[in-house]
């Protein structure tokens, strides 16, 4: 801390507000400008901090003229979004969450800040903790879905796996929790718009992600750039400095979103640069990304008096502390390394991974796994490696993805190949040779679904069936293949809204973009060499119409009942989703039977579970509380806990789930997911 205040001590003006400066490279595009890196602003100090540059040669030659070109010789941050994977591309964090598995998700964090540090970056701009209940909003496709239990778990094991615990051993990289908070929430599910909602619904649904990253020790969070009830995040002090920094004890450095603190002059809160700059430092704020509103604002505001020096120097403080924290003082060449790539251990990883986040929505008559060695592969999805990274896929490399075609192939199937139609025209004229290809196969298998770019930052959808001509192709095989099997492998970043599809298909398979591996990983389920685990991590709705849909409702004074016109319902479809919280089947047969409360602080709560079937396979459990006769009417299932078991055909196994001791009197569900059809329920 001494050679932090020497530093202070010593700094102009723009030194220190060059530590508060964050400009981005041209390695990837995430916001919409580009300003190239000025080397000479580096050397003066004026540029602090780099994102979007990554690799060991460029990073050490941009580090090299910070700690030896610059009078104060500063090392810099350097930060990328790993969102699901550097360069081992790894299923989104949608698919990712519906593992339910706090090991899987902190190891691939881990080797993905093991490559971070190989491309000489210090610093990633994840894990995503937006908890979102509409699949409009297309960043869905990075969060872990609608529940905030689940979020705080993926939370915890995200930033263990960046961070490790040491921050400034090999391997590790400060994690930056994003977006604080309710960003899931915009109105109307489009991207950027603004977000209302209660205190309480603040509170216990979209800050508790955050509580837990915090809780865990995460060096940075980056605010979002929207408002939440008429003030933007960038310069909402109640919400960073009296709840973050105060209430939650965050002490890290507060990083903005792309351009945001400009972009208060488009909220209409600030007049000026300058007023915008005071607004976001009073707030907590520390680096600006990409606005240069510090740099250029920040001089200005001082002379207004609108904020002082001591501010400023707080801020400096903070990110220097960071700095010295990752070891960069002591040692700022050490991440990188020129070999940085895949390998044969990050492709297995990435291929098991893939596997298990896949979902089996529908098996009937067990068509999977495949008996049939004949298979007519169709649509655009089929061949298509490229889309298999999602819409943001970090710095993995398009000839390293394995598409559905390659992957089948691979695996020894008889592969017959039509993409049919494009994803996003409206043009039929390959409908017809793709139908010819069905005669002589034995099962049919459909790769529908998004295109990657159709999900992700500034993708919200109004619609959520399959776009273009997709739903005539899928029309026209179903029509051909009368009597044969129809599988359908579904490729989005969000839900979709399919059910008519979802009934007329043998089975289908939610792929989500399962990352570099796809094909392998589709391949190893489709023909029983894994049984499918994953489980949907958000609901999927029936129609556009029921969003947000999601299981931890109230229940309202009138909850639905189906001998009552007068409750809640709609007129023209059901209540229900699609396909609940939690769905997904395996090739086992699983039950659950002798739902039991052990006492104690914490409870116990264990369940038997028997696999039947002829395969193994692997069941998740839920655990649900229903809260009685609260001081506030509480949803009608909180999720508390889940767990998994292995079993072999005919093989009974207990899982052991632990639950704090409910406040007064509260029912237990336990089930393979939030349809209430499915559970257990227990009063305790």
């Not at 970056?121 to 409009?136: E, G, I, K, Q, Y």
């Not at 592969?377 to 490229?386: E, K, M, R, T």
């Not at 970043?493 to 973009?513: H, I, K, Q, Y």
């Not at 023909?527 to 609901?539: D, E, L, Q």
Request: charge should be negative; charged fraction near 20%; proline fraction near 6%.
């Amino acid at each position: 801390m001494e050679q932090i205040s020497r530093l202070i001590a010593q700094m102009t003006l723009a030194e220190k507000l060059g530590q508060l400066t964050m400009t981005a490279a041209d390695y990837a595009v995430t916001g919409p400008l580009i300003t190239p890196v000025s080397e000479d602003a580096i050397r003066s100090g004026a540029i602090g901090n780099l994102l979007n540059l990554y690799g060991a040669g460029p990073t050490h030659r941009i580090q090299k003229i910070a700690v030896e070109e610059s009078r104060l010789r500063i090392p810099m941050l350097l930060g990328f979004d790993a969102l699901h994977g550097q360069r081992t591309v790894f299923p989104i964090p949608l698919a990712e969450a519906g593992l339910f598995d706090p090991a899987a998700w902190e190891a691939t964090a881990r080797l993905a800040a093991e490559e971070c540090t190989g491309d000489g970056l210090n610093m990633t701009f994840a894990p995503m903790l937006d908890v979102s209940r509409d699949p409009r909003w297309g960043r869905i496709a990075e969060s872990p879905g609608e529940d905030p239990f689940v979020g705080s778990v993926f939370a915890r094991a995200k930033i263990r796996g960046f961070q490790s615990a040491n921050l400034a051993g090999p391997g590790a990289v400060s994690a930056c929790a994003k977006h604080f908070v309710a960003y899931g929430a915009v109105n109307a599910g489009r991207e950027y718009a603004s977000t209302d909602m209660s205190e309480a619904m603040l509170r216990e649904v979209y800050l508790p992600p955050f509580r837990a990253a915090v809780e865990a020790g995460v060096t940075a969070i980056m605010p979002a750039f929207t408002d939440l009830n008429g003030i933007p995040m960038t310069a909402h002090v109640y919400l960073l400095q009296n709840v973050l920094r105060g209430e939650l004890g965050f002490d890290g450095v507060l990083v903005t979103d792309y351009h945001a603190i400009a972009e208060l002059l488009n909220h209409g809160v600030a007049g000026d640069l300058a007023e915008a700059a005071a607004l976001a430092l009073k707030a907590g704020v520390d680096i600006d990304m990409m606005s240069d509103a510090f740099r250029l604002g920040l001089p200005e505001a001082l002379r207004r008096n609108l904020v002082a020096m001591e501010e400023i120097d707080t801020a400096v403080r903070r990110v220097l502390v960071l700095k010295e924290r990752l070891g960069l003082f002591d040692d700022p060449y050490r991440r990188g390394r020129p070999d940085v790539g895949m390998t044969a251990q990050s492709r297995a990883l990435a291929r098991d991974i893939g596997a298990r986040s896949l979902v089996l929505l529908k098996n009937g008559a067990n068509s999977l796994p495949l008996a049939a060695r004949k298979i007519a592969l169709i649509g655009p999805l089929a061949d298509a490696g490229a889309e298999m990274r999602g819409p943001w896929g970090g710095a993995g490399r398009i000839e390293d993805c394995v598409s559905v075609l390659q992957g089948l192939r691979e695996a020894g199937l008889d592969i017959r190949h039509a993409p049919g139609v494009a994803i996003d025209t409206d043009d039929v004229s390959g409908i017809a040779p793709a139908l010819e290809l069905c005669a002589d196969a034995d099962v049919i298998v459909l790769c529908l679904g998004e295109a990657a770019l159709m999900s992700g930052e500034a993708a919200s959808r109004a619609y959520l069936g399959l776009p273009g001509a997709q739903q005539d192709l899928a029309d026209a095989v179903f029509e051909k293949a009368a009597g044969k099997s129809v599988v359908v492998i579904l490729f989005s970043g969000r839900p979709l809204a399919v059910p008519s599809l979802v009934s007329r298909a043998a089975a289908v398979l939610a792929a989500w973009f399962p990352g570099c591996e796809a094909g392998r990983a589709i391949a190893d389920v489709l023909t029983g060499k894994v049984s499918p685990t994953g489980r949907t991590a958000v609901s999927w709705p029936r129609a556009v119409g029921q969003v947000p849909i999601f299981f931890g409702e109230r229940p309202g004074g009138r909850p639905f009942n189906p001998k009552d016109h007068f409750t809640s319902h709609y007129s023209d479809v059901e209540n229900t989703p699609l396909f609940a919280f939690g769905h997904g089947l395996t090739y086992g047969d699983f039950a659950l039977s002798n739902l039991r409360v052990e006492p104690g602080n914490p409870l116990r709560v264990k369940v038997d579970v028997e696999n039947r079937g002829a395969r193994a396979a692997e069941e998740t459990v839920f655990l649900f509380l229903n809260q009685k006769r609260a001081g506030v009417t509480r949803p009608v299932l909180e999720l508390k806990a889940f767990g998994k078991i292995a079993l072999a055909p005919n093989e009974q196994g207990t899982i052991t789930l632990i639950l704090p001791p409910p406040e007064g009197r509260a029912e237990v569900f336990v089930g393979p997911n939030a349809a209430f059809t499915s559970l257990l329920s227990l009063s305790i």
